[in-house]
């Protein structure tokens, strides 16, 4: 262990003062080891402290998901299929029907041109299109609500 210069001049001056300053100097040292042993103790202690707390996420403390920033770990145990995903080629599928007479029927009114922004309160409409949602609720029934959205032909407006 090389000792630097400051501490080498310490101990030759503390040598060129005698006999008695030099043990006085070694008698101070194993307090100083002590002292120092203390505070390397107290500096793992914190720095274990502080690891900990590092590496605390959602999944193991009770931080919030929002807390674990952008380096949270996805854990992925689904195995890579050769398939792609989705419905399959040549799979039938199904859909609901509508129905001709639903429980609910919405009225979406078109008020102004999706271009323009022109009011087209005063315009007839010409037709309108048909959405159906189907919901399950509580109750063992299933309502049908209909949306329907006034189509307007812009070309009745007078300019």
């Known amino acids: 262990m090389e000792i630097d210069a400051r501490a080498r001049r310490m101990i030759v001056d503390t040598y060129n003062q005698g006999l008695k300053a030099m043990v006085e100097f070694i008698g101070v040292l194993p307090a100083e080891i002590e002292e120092m042993k203390q505070i390397i103790q107290k500096q793992e202690e914190r720095i274990i402290t502080i ?46 029907q509508m129905v001709k007479e639903p429980d609910y029927i919405v009225v979406h009114p078109v008020t102004q041109c999706s271009c323009c922004s022109r009011s087209l309160e005063r315009v007839a409409s010409t037709r309108h299109e048909r959405r159906q949602v189907f919901d399950l609720p509580t109750t063992i029934r299933i309502e049908v609500t209909e949306h329907r959205q006034k189509a307007k032909n812009v070309r009745n407006v007078a300019a």
């Open 51 to 96: 690891e900990r707390q590092i590496n605390k996420d959602s999944h193991n403390s009770n931080k919030p998901p929002f807390s674990d920033g952008l380096n949270r770990k996805i854990r992925d145990n689904r195995e890579k299929s050769d398939r792609a995903s989705g419905g399959q080629e040549g799979h039938p599928g199904t859909t609901l």
